[in-house]
Nanobody, 127 residues
Framework: QVQVMESGGGLVQAGGSLRLSCTTSSLTSDGYAMAWFRQAPGKEREGVSCINLITGSTYYADSVKGRFTVSRDNAKNTQYLQMNSLRPEDTAMYYC????????????????????WGQGTQVTVSS
């Protein structure tokens, strides 16, 4: 059983930064890609980023490109999401998820590809 756990959410003013962390029970031994999703109240869960843990290749939603950066530390079984220039519309519950593939496919933002999810961490950006 793979366990996924996020941390690092909180309340920040617009223009501020936060870094989210996601730890899994086994990151590199599985070799699967990892993703971040977010879900705002009343909205669909949307893909934010995906990272190939072996090659380090990264992919982002258009809405966060240039502001968010995903990275990983395989030795710590952890991936990170550095969020800069935060906006009120970034307010959401952020989830970490493990891909069913070892790479991020073109359809990486389709939540149906992910079997293992964390409980989520809340990010609130005030205007």
């Amino acid at each position: 059983q793979v366990q996924v756990m996020e941390s690092g959410g909180g309340l920040v003013q617009a223009g501020g930064s936060l870094r989210l962390s996601c730890t899994t029970s086994s990151l590199t031994s599985d070799g699967y890609a990892m993703a971040w999703f977010r879900q705002a109240p009343g909205k669909e869960r949307e893909g934010v980023s995906c990272i190939n843990l072996i090659t380090g290749s990264t992919y982002y939603a258009d809405s966060v490109k240039g502001r968010f950066t995903v990275s990983r530390d395989n030795a710590k079984n952890t991936q990170y999401l550095q969020m800069n220039s935060l906006r009120p519309e970034d307010t959401a519950m952020y989830y970490c998820a493990r891909q069913s593939l070892t790479y991020c496919p073109v359809s990486w933002s389709d939540r149906r590809q992910y079997k293992y999810w964390g409980q989520g961490t809340q990010v609130t950006v005030s205007s």
